[in-house]
């Protein structure tokens, strides 16, 4: 990509900076709440705070924004109220690493301080550009009718390591407003913007809609600065409602290794574009082909393109970004998630969201779904262990795990079965997961499962998370259901509490299913057969804390399961601020 950085985008862009050095998320969609927007708790509770999730010392965070590895550091931007614990008052918070475990927290990068911006800086992404270093693009609002634009800022000195402080040049500043037909109060979140050797164009995609239809349009640029909408829209679909924080970038066929953007057009690769609906407020994606030549890109037909596709997580899981780790060659994800409880109760608390585990994702074999796992540097912060082997459960045991603590874990294990004659019959009609997984829970006997783990539980079981697997026998197949269920997790019933669940593509022929769970104080970060299937649930126990949680493997299915191995570690607390 040499040549790149000469002539007119080093030019403009430099005469950019200079022009002001001047320092100065969030979606739409959520629900405002005036009265507690400014008001700071007097005391910041920490019982169901999490010890190696990130999050800050107290308000309110949301997405993840322009998260990027540059000159020895990883950087994390995240949507933050510096005033509140709900949304409201929002910058990008800024904070670097050099492991993405532990954190070391910047003065917020962007905050209101510009036309273009004075009524909000919301989610984006960044892009670096090789020889000149990185760029943000973000979206700002100009007025009190949410009209949407996007913008840019560059470090006040790219040198910095830490790139501490950043400025928005008045040059060109917002480099995209929303020509006639375009939705502009729906409008937002760029991409991270990727470069076509072939015409020298830059690209970059924005999520919007066009009334029931998502939306990902496209914008070209030969500067950086100047940029075009495309004729068409890279991709839409019908019936999805408003695309925020659109992702788009290859995977490669063979391996696990990542890719930069610039390998869009390389041969053996698919292609992934994720949206974050925000009807749902869940996360969909689909695997598919991107021609350079008409830069459309086309979804494969083996899952579907809309609300019944293929999820990131199946759980509290949303306005995800990812990016590439060239310092390991892999694609790293991140992911916000949300409170459960009521904005009351955050108030009360000080806090509100976290950030889920980064996990590398890569392309599954089968070329039907992607995988996650969480980054290996997470390993560093296990603790004390305890393992278990060849335990076998009959049909209503459940066995405590002790020796660490469990409501600051990580348990990895394999469950086996000599026969799957005693599944249960899947009807066809049971096409959510996570309706099927209120209706079954897994107090209810079956067949093959429910089996798994009681995470984050009183000693009496008054209060549990249940984490399992159960297996269902349909005409041609097995279909296997991965399960978070909170429905049990706390005594307190004004709570939300969701049974999350999702169904995992997988090969039974060895009769073994795998499991991964991240327990966290309010958080279950689960990963199933592997990181095939994933959900993260948010829960509140009342009993169930600190010293007072326990850990247990169960079988609440008529066939005998077995523990193949268990290893679970107390978890030391990451390093934050």
């Known amino acids: 990509m040499k040549g790149v950085c000469d002539g007119k985008v080093f030019v403009l862009l430099l005469l950019s900076l200079l022009c002001v050095i001047q320092h100065n998320g969030v979606e739409a969609s959520h629900k405002t709440y005036p009265t507690y927007q400014s008001v700071a708790s007097s005391e910041v509770k920490e019982i169901h705070r999490t010890a190696y999730h990130f999050q800050p010392p107290s308000h309110w965070i949301n997405d993840p924004n322009g998260p990027m590895y540059y000159n020895g550091f990883y950087h994390l931007f995240y949507q933050l109220n510096p005033k509140g614990a709900v949304w409201g008052n929002i910058v990008w918070a800024h904070s670097v690493s050099t492991d993405l475990i532990n954190w070391t927290p910047l003065e917020p990068a962007i905050y209101p301080s510009k036309p273009w911006d004075k009524y909000g800086c919301w989610s984006g992404s960044a892009t670096i550009i090789p020889g000149m270093g990185p760029v943000i693009l973000y979206t700002g609002i100009i007025d009190d009718k949410n009209t949407q634009v996007q913008c840019y800022a560059v470090p006040e000195n790219a040198s910095d390591p830490y790139l501490k402080k950043w400025v928005k040049p008045d040059l060109h500043n917002p480099i995209v407003v929303a020509e006639e037909g375009v939705n502009g109060s729906a409008f937002r979140d760029p991409t991270t913007a990727w470069y076509g050797k072939e015409d020298g164009h830059w690209r970059m995609i924005v999520g919007s809609k066009r009334k029931h239809r998502g939306m990902a349009y496209l914008y070209r640029s030969k500067d950086f600065l100047k940029w075009v909408k495309a004729k068409h829209p890279i991709h839409s679909s019908a019936d999805t409602g408003m695309w925020e924080c659109p992702d788009f970038y290859p995977v490669s066929m063979k391996g696990q290794n990542g890719l930069d953007l610039s390998a869009m057009d390389a041969p053996d690769v698919k292609h992934v574009l994720k949206n974050s609906l925000d009807l749902t407020r869940y996360e969909y994606y689909t695997l598919g082909s991107y021609s350079t030549s008409t830069d459309k890109y086309v979804p494969d037909n083996t899952s579907e393109d809309g609300w019944g596709g293929l999820r990131y997580d199946y759980g509290n899981f949303y306005a995800s970004k990812s990016f590439f780790d060239p310092s390991k060659n892999r694609r790293i994800l991140w992911g916000w998630a949300n409170e459960s409880d009521t904005p009351q109760d955050d108030v009360l608390k000080g806090w509100a969201g976290i950030q889920a585990i980064p996990r590398t994702v890569w392309l599954d074999p089968n070329q039907r779904q992607l995988v996650q796992w969480p980054i290996e540097e997470l390993d560093s912060l296990r603790g004390e262990q305890v393992t278990m082997k060849d335990q ?136 199933g057969a592997g990181g095939k299937t994933n959900v993260l649930s948010r829960v509140y126990p009342e009993l169930a804390v600190q010293n007072n949680a326990h850990l247990f493997v169960f079988n609440n299915g008529t066939e005998p399961i077995k523990i193949e191995y268990l290893s679970a570690w107390s978890m030391k607390p990451a390093v934050r601020y």
Do not use: M
């Open 392 to 527: 076998v459960l009959q049909k209503g045991d459940h066995i405590e795990v002790t020796g660490i603590t469990p409501a600051q874990a990580d348990v990895d294990a394999s469950f086996s079965f000599t026969s799957l004659d005693n599944a249960e019959s899947f009807d066809p009609s049971w096409t959510n997961a996570q309706d099927l997984c209120a209706q079954k829970g897994s107090k209810v006997q079956g067949g093959v499962g429910p089996f798994g783990l009681l995470t984050l539980a009183s000693k009496k079981l008054e209060e549990f998370t249940p984490v399992f697997f159960r297996i269902f026998k349909a005409p041609d197949k097995h279909v296997v259901l991965l399960c978070s269920d909170a429905s049990s997790s706390t005594l307190k019933k004004s709570k939300y509490r969701p049974s999350f669940a999702g169904f995992v593509d997988v090969d039974l022929a060895e009769k073994r299913l795998l499991l991964r769970s991240l327990i966290d104080h309010s958080v279950v970060e689960s990963f």
